[in-house]
């Protein structure tokens, strides 16, 4: 009873009639009016002032009070109780219920997109991002290699191409074999010794380059300079049948590097050939590029490519750091 109206009781709060009108907040939300406020409109929560502090999480994230919850915290991200089912992918792994992304399931590796670019390793292959690794680049395999170098300061070990070779001081750097014939079709650059670094079973690698530096003088032909190519050839003599490839061309010049690229496969790459017993015969049918590789016993470096004619040439060329790296992986 209010004794200020004789004793009469007040009204209850839903006797009151307030407007049907609403004010929109500064978050786009709406506030009505409240008839136990007597009908003035509800705090939006950009008008309520929670306390200024916040609750640590387990994750180590921080919620804070929320006006629009009568100041209470946000649940924190492991709070939410998920359900203990999962879903198997396609490669065989599980997913499980994300509490960070609202219970969702994680995705699965087949629909998670990756880039599709690569990384080259330092034996030469290439791996590609890992969808179950966030993305990352799979793990290159543990590789090393093996390099043998020749370089004349000890001598010619083994490799010879006329009589008239000898060596020489003003390498790249230091001694080099000076290699000179005024007369002759071409030169036939090859091992002669024991030296057996540059064979073997190449599929014992997953890669191998070779390199040669040379320096050509001249090339003379009818007096005129030209140029000729200068070729590398793998032989197998087991398998009586050899491989060779264009390293580049030969011109009147200063040092040139050549670097010959072999690829470790079955199959002829592109731009390699074969060639029987000597370069005039055809490689025989059964016998792949693989075969050849895999019992290499001489390596020959040289102008003459099979099938052309060549006229008598003045050649006066030097040459040095013939170079060959194995990769190998474990």
């Not at 599709?116 to 966030?134: L, Q, T």
């Not at 398998?239 to 199959?267: M, N, R, S």
């Not at 390596?299 to 790296?325: C, H, K, R």
Request: glycine residues 6%; aromatic residues 12%.
């Amino acid at each position: 009873p209010n004794p200020s109206k004789d004793c009469k009781f007040d009204p209850c709060p839903q006797e009151y009639v307030c407007p049907t009108d609403v004010k929109e907040c500064d978050d786009g939300s709406y506030v009505n009016h409240n008839p136990d406020k007597g009908c003035a409109f509800d705090l939006c929560p950009e008008e309520i002032v929670c306390p200024s502090e916040v609750k640590e999480c387990p994750d180590g994230s921080y919620v804070s009070p929320n006006p629009s919850k009568d100041c209470k915290f946000d649940p924190c991200p492991q709070e939410y109780v998920c359900p203990t089912d999962v879903k198997e992918c396609d490669d065989g792994s599980y997913a499980f219920h994300d509490p960070n992304k609202g219970c969702a399931f994680e995705l699965c590796p087949e629909e998670i997109a990756c880039d599709d670019d690569v990384k080259e390793c330092a034996d030469g292959s290439d791996v590609s991002r890992n969808p179950s690794n966030d993305c990352n680049f799979h793990a290159c395999p543990k590789s090393f290699n093996h390099t043998h170098t020749v370089t004349f300061d000890d001598g010619t070990e083994g490799w010879h191409a006329w009589h008239s070779d000898k060596i020489v001081d003003g390498g790249n750097p230091g001694a080099n074999l000076h290699l000179w014939n005024p007369e002759s079709w071409g030169f036939i650059l090859k091992n002669t010794g024991e030296d057996y670094s540059f064979g073997g079973n190449f599929f014992h690698c997953t890669k191998v380059i070779m390199s040669i530096d040379v320096k050509v003088n001249t090339i003379a032909f009818s007096g005129s300079e030209v140029s000729r190519s200068l070729l590398v050839q793998l032989k197998n003599s087991k398998a009586d049948a050899a491989v060779y490839v264009t390293a580049g061309e030969l011109y009147k010049g200063d040092w040139t590097t050549f670097e010959i690229d072999i690829p470790i496969q079955e199959d002829f790459p592109e731009l390699w050939k074969g060639f029987g017993s000597d370069p005039q015969q055809q490689i025989p049918s059964d016998i792949t590029y693989g075969s050849v590789l895999r019992g290499v016993d001489d390596v020959i470096f040289t102008s003459y490519e099979p099938d052309m004619v060549y006229g008598y040439t003045a050649f006066d060329l030097q040459v040095d750091n013939i170079s060959v790296i194995y990769y190998f992986s474990v």
